[in-house]
């Protein structure tokens, strides 16, 4: 397993780091296209506000950037025990 | 039978209608034999003690619309027009072969004993999204639609 981190709910065994879920080649053609389509992609969604168009294109390059960096992605992985009750069971009564 | 009535008091008139709507929600989901989380239900899934992994992708790329089409909580919202989720999707995929990983690797494979869902028949890449593809659901994060930026870059105040 890559780098990563813990994160603060109970539940979770931690972030993913973006070597464990992407092939190098994957990750770079993956931000590649990504990045080539930004203009796009803020155009669409700023609801013609320019000043929002401007901070889409930002977050979303600094997204890829910490993409790019391979120290972490927004990926939580939730390691849990879980069960099926029963009608039984003592959960239902 | 689980029942609203054991919620935890409330001493707040304001609050507290809310609160026990809040609470209704997943015991009629329970009680209904339907899970908040998962797409199997209680009557489907293992009669044993299993192990979840969820794989949860908190700030995706994809930009879409939500649209709120009734006030009954259980009329599902319409997401439209999403896009940009080439990397996301990759991403999730990546996640569910991952969690796989997870549990075939010291020390979780001591006490790894089978996959239940996806399910061995689902393999590729291809596969693996078309499965998600089928089950994927929020995380039910909800907190707004507000542009969190600087005035000057679209925020809002």
């Known amino acids: 397993m890559g780098e990563g981190f813990p994160s603060a709910a109970p539940r979770s065994r931690g972030i993913a780091a973006p070597r464990d879920v992407f092939g190098a080649n994957q990750l770079k053609s993956l931000i590649s296209q990504a990045r080539a389509t930004i203009q796009q992609t803020a155009t669409e969604w700023a609801n013609g506000n320019p000043n929002l168009q401007k901070g889409l294109v930002l977050t979303i390059s600094r997204a890829l950037d910490l993409y790019e960096k391979g120290k972490q992605l927004p990926l939580e992985m939730n390691l849990g025990n879980d069960h099926a009750p029963s009608k039984s069971d003592p959960a239902y009564s | 039978m689980l029942h609203p009535n054991q919620i935890p008091l409330i001493l707040n008139y ?79 995929v990546g996640g569910a072969k991952l969690a796989r990983r997870m549990l075939r690797t010291s020390p979780l494979d001591t006490i790894f004993n089978g996959e239940f869902e996806p399910g061995d028949q689902f393999q590729t890449d291809d596969e693996i999204e078309g499965w998600l593809r089928s089950v994927v659901a929020s995380d039910n994060h909800e907190v707004g639609t507000a542009s969190m930026l600087p005035q000057h870059l679209g925020g809002v105040r």
């Open chain 2, 14 to 92: 304001v609050l507290e209608p809310g609160y026990s709507g809040m609470f209704t929600l997943p015991f009629y989901q329970l009680n209904s034999n339907m899970h908040p989380a998962g797409p199997t239900p209680f009557a489907n899934r293992p009669k044993c003690t299993f192990t979840t992994i969820n794989s949860v992708l908190y700030a995706p790329l994809s930009r879409g619309r939500t649209h709120i089409k009734s006030s009954d909580p259980f009329v599902p919202l319409t997401l439209t027009r999403i896009t940009g989720g080439t990397l996301d999707i990759a991403a999730h």
